[in-house]
């Protein structure tokens, strides 16, 4: 694919929902040359498989690259397979528990996968970080840490706080910001993407770059993505995520109890709409023409429409009716069989019987969740925590937690 020729485009594009662009004015000059020159630009995004599922939050920043893709630069995806073996000290106030490496294969794997649902698979460039970070001998090391400075690494909130508060900071922990420093100047990258929370190491690979004789990198950060709470970063751990890896109801059902003020940020950074489109959007929304459930469905369209396709995201919002507008249970409902050694004296506590739907992590929360008002079985709200059911009186029943969750019991009786 050739470059756009708009620079006026081009920037639009790039700057649509970006945090910050450093320096000021630098990558518009890099743009306008690659353009000139027609020399497509070398975008770099690392990330490191920590995890082995995405969610709309880290695809964030591969929604940004993706842009770039379709602009015509070339779109380095960097798998941090070594650095990941460190862990990235980044906006933490504990030392990351380390990966091994057969955790640090699966993740890349699956993570890789689920990038390339965002990403052109024939336009990006798949590297991993090992390639070039494994062979380095101690010597080339020591020439390494020698451009960075221990005072300029506690300048880092994460660790003068940790310093601070008496919190040790592994030895590892420093060099996590000298390698990804490195993945820039061996991939001599022009333009590096990463989060908010990124900025120091970021600003690491540009120096590093100097020092070495390359011309530095420009530094795109974004916003980190505030979860479906509308309080905390998207995290599984929180349950305030949409994962990619989620049905295409889930998500949509997801969505729609997303917060209006998160609206904004949702439509510039998880949709692909052109940003002068989200700008109508957003005006409309302000000017009270547009109202905020129609466009928190058009939101929930575009998103489920990007990972499951429009006639997905279609019969999903059609099953979102059915459950919260028409009152009817989903078509398609899974089934849970409770064999016979989990009934005591013929009978099961309905909180234990949560956690073996998968409804519940603990009995603990399956009893706050009925105490709240948050479980129906069938069409019944149970309140009572204490309350044990047969397997007959189970056989068949719909248990239902909070408005998009469903599960058939089926009882296993010898």
């Known amino acids: ?77 960097l798998i941090g397979d070594f650095t990941a073996l460190v862990g990235d000290p980044s906006a933490r106030d504990v030392t990351r528990p ?22 052109d698979k024939d336009k990006t460039v798949l590297d991993y970080n090992s390639r070039w970070l494994a062979p380095l001998n101690f010597e080339e090391l020591l020439r390494l840490t020698a451009h960075f400075t221990v005072a300029r690494l506690l300048e880092r909130d994460d660790f003068s706080q940790r310093y601070k508060d008496n919190i040790s900071i592994g030895l590892h922990e420093f060099l996590y910001p000298v390698m990804q420093a490195y993945d820039s100047v061996a991939l001599k990258a ?24 390359q011309e530095p990198q420009s530094v795109l950060t974004l916003p980190i993505l ?5 309080l905390k970063k998207m995290s599984k751990s929180l349950g305030n995520y949409v994962g990619l890896t989620d049905t295409a109801e889930e998500m949509f059902g997801k969505l729609m109890s997303l917060a209006d003020e998160l609206m904004p940020d949702y439509f510039r950074l998880t949709t692909a709409l052109d940003p002068d489109e989200v700008d109508g959007i957003l005006r409309e929304l302000e000017a009270a023409t547009l109202h905020p459930a129609a466009a928190k469905r058009r939101l929930a369209a575009e998103v489920v429409g990007l990972y499951w396709g429009e006639a997905a995201a279609r019969e999903a919002e059609q099953a979102f009716d059915r459950v919260h507008v028409e009152r009817e249970q989903p078509e398609d409902i899974p089934e849970v069989t409770i064999g016979p050694g989990e009934f005591k004296q013929g009978r099961i506590w309905l909180p234990r019987l949560l956690v073996l739907a998968d409804l519940a ?52 009786r010898a």
């Not at 690659?34 to 709309?56: S, Y």
């Not at 505030?226 to 509308?230: A, E, K, R």
């Open 98 to 119: 380390q990966l091994t490496v057969e955790e640090v294969k699966a993740n890349a794997l699956t993570y890789a996968e689920q990038a390339f649902r965002i990403l």
């Open 190 to 213: 022009d333009v590096e993407i990463g989060g908010t929370d990124q900025i120091f190491n970021l600003l690491a690979g540009r120096e590093l770059q100097r020092v070495l004789g």
């Open 361 to 412: 992590s603990s009995s603990s929360e399956g009893k706050r969740l009925v105490s709240q008002g948050g479980v129906k079985l069938g069409d019944v709200v149970v309140e009572d925590t204490e309350i044990e059911l047969s397997a007959e009186e189970l056989d068949g029943v719909v248990i239902q937690k909070g408005k998009r969750h469903f599960r058939r019991i089926k009882t296993w």
């Open 226 to 230: 505030v979860g479906l709470d509308g």
């Open 1 to 77: 694919m050739s470059l756009v020729r708009d620079l006026e485009q081009h920037m639009k594009v790039i700057l649509s929902g970006t945090a910050q662009c450093l320096p000021e004015g630098d990558l518009e000059a890099k743009v306008e040359k690659a353009i000139e020159e027609d020399r497509p630009l070398k975008i770099k995004l690392g990330v490191d498989p920590t995890r082995p599922d995405l969610h709309l939050g880290h695809a964030v920043p591969l929604r940004k690259l993706r842009q770039f893709q379709e602009l015509g630069h070339t779109s380095i995806l």
